[in-house]
T-cell receptor, first 114, second 114 residues
Framework: GQNIDQPTEMTATEGAIVQINCTYQTSGFNGLFWYQQHAGEAPTFLSY????GLEEKGRFSSFLSRSKGYSYLLLKELQMKDSASYLC???????????????FGTGTKLQVIP | EAQVTQNPRYLITVTGKKLTVTCSQN?????MSWYRQDPGLGLRQIYY???????DKGDVPEGYKVSRKEKRNFPLILESPSPNQTSLYFC?????????????FGPGTRLLVL
C-alpha cells in the first residue's frame, strides 16, 4: 500500500508565499499530482510531477524528489481565493490487471488571511 | 463542454432503502472511479472500472455495488444504506494510464443516511 503525509492545516498572509509539503512511501511510483479543493466542491487539477525537479505554472509550482519520497506545492502572491484544501496524490503501478491506482493524502487546509 | 455529471447532488434517505447515484462522462474516458470523502480521512476509492464490463474493488468497497454497461455511465448502488455511509461521494474519470493525464471529478453527491 501507500502512505502519504501532509500537514492538516496551514495559515498564510495575503501576498505571501506558502509551501505545502507532502511525503509518500510507495514501491511502484509513477507520478504525483496536486489538486485544489474548495469546501464542498470537487477537486481540480493543479500540477503533475513524475521526474525530479520543479514544475512551474503561473503562481503555482510543484517540486519532486523521488529518492526522498518528497514533494511540495509552492503558492506565490497568495490571494484570498487560494483558501482551500490542497490534496497530494500518488500514482503507482501496483494495481491488479495493469491498473495504475491513484491514492490521495488527507489534504492540507490552507487559510489565507488579510 | 467536457464534464462528469452526478445525480442527485444531495440526498437524504433512511437505513435500508436502496439507492443509486448516477455518474456520466462525455469524454469517452475508459477509466472511471468512485470515491468517498470523509473529514480526516481524505478521498478513498470505493470501486473503479477500466472499461465496459470491467470493474474492481477499491479500498472501501463494503456496502457498495457498481456496474459499467456503457462506457459513459458508472452508477454507484447502495443496496441497504447504513448511517456509516453518510459521506460526500465523487465520481471521476480519466482517459488512460500514462503521463500527466489527470482525473476529472464530478461535482459530488452529499448523502445523509438516517
Amino acid at each position: 500500500g501507500q502512505n502519504i503525509d501532509q500537514p492538516t492545516e496551514m495559515t498564510a498572509t495575503e501576498g505571501a508565499i506558502v509551501q505545502i509539503n507532502c511525503t509518500y512511501q510507495t514501491s511502484g511510483f509513477n507520478g504525483l499530482f496536486w489538486y485544489q479543493q474548495h469546501a464542498g466542491e470537487a477537486p481540480t487539477f493543479l500540477s503533475y510531477n513524475v521526474l525530479d525537479g520543479l514544475e512551474e505554472k503561473g503562481r503555482f509550482s510543484s517540486f519532486l524528489s523521488r529518492s526522498k519520497g518528497y514533494s511540495y506545492l509552492l503558492l506565490k502572491e497568495l490571494q484570498m481565493k487560494d483558501s482551500a484544501s490542497y490534496l497530494c496524490a500518488v500514482r503507482d503501478t501496483l494495481g491488479s490487471g495493469g491498473y495504475q491506482k491513484v491514492t490521495f493524502g488527507t489534504g492540507t487546509k490552507l487559510q489565507v488571511i488579510p | 463542454e467536457a464534464q462528469v455529471t452526478q445525480n442527485p447532488r444531495y440526498l437524504i434517505t433512511v437505513t435500508g432503502k436502496k439507492l443509486t447515484v448516477t455518474c456520466s462522462q462525455n469524454m469517452n474516458h475508459e477509466y472511471m472511479s468512485w470515491y468517498r470523502q470523509d473529514p480526516g480521512l481524505g478521498l478513498r476509492q470505493i470501486y473503479y472500472s477500466m472499461n465496459v464490463e470491467v470493474t474492481d474493488k477499491g479500498d472501501v468497497p463494503e456496502g457498495y455495488k457498481v456496474s459499467r454497461k456503457e462506457k459513459r455511465n458508472f452508477p454507484l448502488i447502495l443496496e441497504s444504506p447504513s448511517p456509516n455511509q453518510t459521506s460526500l461521494y465523487f465520481c471521476a474519470s480519466r482517459l488512460g494510464l500514462a503521463g500527466k493525464e489527470t482525473q476529472y471529478f464530478g461535482p459530488g453527491t452529499r448523502l445523509l443516511v438516517l
